[in-house]
């Protein structure tokens, strides 16, 4: 079934989102800074291409560093992607066709907000 579903989420509107998500880590990776924000951007990317069967955890060893990066990306970036998510999942729940991919925006929201110290990992069953 997950396959089925990235597929469909694939076509509609993965790709327009991990295009996205790749272009905003291409243009942080220019400049030094923004390096740190790139590689989350790129780990974003690839969720948001197959998200379903995935889900986010922390990362064990995350510290204050990335405590600070991510108070630095949501003031700059990441309410606005969240927002996103949430206006986009809520267009996708008012079909019945739609709530699954809905339901990968609404699961999208954490790591679009706080993407530092988080890792991308398989759901266990």
Known sequence: MNVILNIIWLVLSGIWLAIGYTFAGVVLCITIIG????IASFRIASYALWPFGRTIEPHPTAGVP????????ILL??????LAHLVSGIALCITIIGIPLGLANFKMVPISLVPLGYRIVPVRR
Request: aromatic share 22%; hydrophobic share 65%; charged share 0%.
């Open 77 to 82: 970036a990441g309410w606005w992607l969240a």
């Open 35 to 38: 390096i740190p924000w790139g």
């Open 66 to 73: 990335s405590m600070i990066g991510n108070v630095i990306w």
